[in-house]
């Protein structure tokens, strides 16, 4: 079964019939919303919202551990995220669509990972490749097929947020070899390895990062610019989805 965990900016996204509604209370707590299950042609998938339904829950308040754990009970082998980003280097322009392949993870604080040696004993998963090749390959050709215009390889630095970043926080992400940035790659990504969840993202690039444009930025404008997005991002996975149906 495969699930799309959808971020800020796409809480009111329609996708067509609700198959089912599934309020699932793992161990770990509640996730951010209930998990709808949404037909899809022949198929289903779940979807889950990140930030809540109404896009309420800040990036670090996230119970990123819940969400993944709901969605595994729920036989879940497969995840696509949407996460919304900032563009860093050139050809990541407002209005891109990236698909990240590399993380930088800078988030502090945040329940990051199932074997922490509480809820289950240490262990150290591989992460040397944090996104999953075949799945990203599926997002690259669907999109492809669209027609619509994806950057990648990309790397993503993920921040801890609310806030936007600094100009010099800017720069320095550069120098580091970051792409973009946002604030929910992580450690949703990292947890979905650790479940051996396949997990790839879709990063709709909805604003410069802080310092590369003259003005400051302004969160109802990065809101339009994801509004503007949600269009092609839904016809992407929907037809990521049929196309790895049929693979
Ligand atoms: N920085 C961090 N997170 C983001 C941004 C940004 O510029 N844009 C969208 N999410």
Redesign the pocket.
């Known amino acids: 079964m495969k699930a799309v965990i959808t971020g800020?900016g796409f809480e009111s996204a329609e996708w067509g019939e609700v198959a089912a509604e599934h309020s699932v209370t793992p161990v770990l707590g509640e996730p951010s919303s209930r998990i709808l299950e949404i037909k899809s042609g022949q198929d289903s998938f779940f979807w889950l919202r990140r930030h809540g339904e109404q896009g309420e829950l800040a990036?670090h308040r996230i119970n990123y551990r819940a969400n993944i754990q709901a969605l595994a009970e729920l036989g879940v082998t497969q995840i696509i995220s949407v996460?919304?980003?900032?563009?860093i280097s050139a050809g990541f322009d407002a209005g891109v669509l990236a698909i990240p392949d590399q993380i930088i993870d800078l988030t502090w604080g945040r329940e990051s990972s199932f074997y922490d040696g509480d809820y289950l004993p240490l262990k150290h998963i591989d992460f040397t490749n944090p996104y999953n090749q075949q799945l990203s390959e599926a997002l690259k050709q669907s999109s492809g097929e669209l027609g619509l215009s994806f950057a990648s390889p990309a790397t993503f630095a993920c921040?801890q947020?609310p806030r936007?970043?600094t100009a010099a926080e800017?720069k320095a992400l550069a120098s580091l070899g970051a792409d973009i940035?946002?604030?929910t790659a992580m450690p949703e990504a990292a947890l979905a390895r650790e479940l051996d969840i396949t997990y790839a993202a879709i990063c709709p690039?909805?604003?410069?990062?802080?310092g590369l444009t003259e003005g400051l930025?302004d969160e109802a404008e990065?809101r339009a610019q994801a509004a503007v997005m949600i269009d092609s991002v839904q016809k992407l996975i929907q037809k990521s989805l049929l196309n790895l149906a049929a693979q």
């Open positions: 800020s990036p996460n919304s980003v900032g563009g921040t947020g936007l970043e800017i940035v946002g604030m690039v909805i604003n410069a990062a802080a930025l990065m």
